[in-house]
C-alpha cells in the first residue's frame, strides 16, 4: 500500500481507496465526540437553565453566566497542554478520558448549592477536565485522515455541534418543564456517557503510517508540520490569534443570552428555546458551506464576508422589535458565523502550520477562542444587569466581526507544502 498524491491510498492490487472509504469510521466517532463533548454540551444547557437559576436562587445574570466563563477560561488555559498530550500519547486516550470525566462532572451539577462559590468550583472541575473533548483533540485525529477533502472532514465533524444545538436545547426543555433546572444536567451528561464513549472506544482511533495522505506525512510516514516555537515566530500565528480572539468576544456572549436577548424582542420561553435550534441550522450551513469551499477556494476569501454577515445580524438585533422573522433570520446568521469560525481555526492551522505539532498550535489558538468566548459571555451578562438590555454589546459586536474579516486577508497564501519538520511517533500505538 502507498500514498497517493490526490489523498487517495493505492492498495497492493492497484486499486484507489478514498479518504472517505479509509476514515469514516474515525470520523463519525469524532462527530459524536464533538457532538456530545465540552463545547456544546455546557453552552445549550445554561442559556435555559438561567433563568430557571435566577428565580429560584436569587443570583444575578453575570454570576450565573460567571460560571461558564470561568470554565471556559480553564479550559482554554488547558488547551495547549491537552493538545501536547495528544501529540505526544495520541488523540484516543486524551478524547476518551475527557468524555467520561465530562459526563460524570456535568451530572454532579445536580447538587448544585445554594452558594455561588460551590457553583462556581463545579465549574472550574469541568474546566479542567473537558477540554479534552472538544475539536482540540478530535481534530487532529481528523486532519491526519483527510488532506484533499480535509475542509468537508472537518465540517462534518464540527457539525456534531449543531446536531446538539438542535437537540439538547429541545431536551434540557422539556426536562426542565416536567423536572426542574436540576435534573437537566444528569440527563444530558448520558449523551458522552452512552452515545460517544462507546462509539469512540469501538471506532475513535488515529491512522497507521501507512494510512495517512501525501501531504500530511512524508516518505516514511512521519508528520510533518512547524514546532509551536517556529509557528510563534511567524506573523501568520499572532494574525490568526487576533481574528479568532475577535469573533469569539463577539459571538460567546450572544449565544449564551440568545434566549434572552430573543425575550427583549417579545418572543416567549418555549420559542427562545426555538431560537437556539435556528442558531444550530445557521452553524450548520456555516460549517458544510464553508468546509466544502475551502477544499477549492483560498479560505480567507471565504471567511471574510461571511464573518460580515453576523455584524448584519447584530444590527436587526438591536432594540426591541417584534419582527420574528427578522429576530429569526439574524440568529441564522450568528450561527453561520460561529460555524465559519470553528472551520477557520481548525483548518488554517492545519495549513500554515502542518500536523506535526497540530495539537499544541490549535491548542494556542484555542485557548485564545475560550478565553475571548468565556470573557464574552460575562460582558454579556454584566451588559445586560447595567442596561436592561444588550444594545451597547450588539454594537461593539459588529465592529469585532467585520474587523476580523478583514484581517483574515492579510494571512497571504498558503505555503507550497506542509513545513519539512517531521513529528516523533504517539508514546502509544494506534
Known sequence: MSRYASGATVESNGSRRSEFTLGWKPLVAATLGVACGGSPVPFNVLPLAMGPIHAELGWDFAAISAGLTIYGVIASLLAPLFGGLADRFGVRPVALFSLAALGLTFAAFYYVPNSLTGYWTLWAVLGAIAIGSTPVTFSRAVSV?????????????????????LTIPQLAQSVIASGGWRLAFPVVALLPLLIALPVGILWFREPRAKERPAGVADAHGRLMGMTLAQALQGYRFWLLLVCVFLVAFAYGGAHIHIVQIAQKHGLSPRTGAGALGVVALGILAGRLGVGFLFDRIWAPAVAFPVLLLPAVACWFLIGTSTNLPLILSAVFLLGCAAGAESDIIAYLTARYFGMAHYGRIYGTQYMAFGVAASLSTIAYGMARDRTGGYDQILMLAMVLF???????LLLGRYPTADPAASAPEPAVAH
Open 145 to 165: 485522515w483527510f488532506y484533499r477533502h480535509r475542509g468537508l472532514a472537518l465540517a462534518i465533524m464540527l457539525a456534531g455541534t449543531s446536531v446538539a444545538a
Open 402 to 408: 467585520a474587523t476580523a474579516g478583514v484581517l483574515l
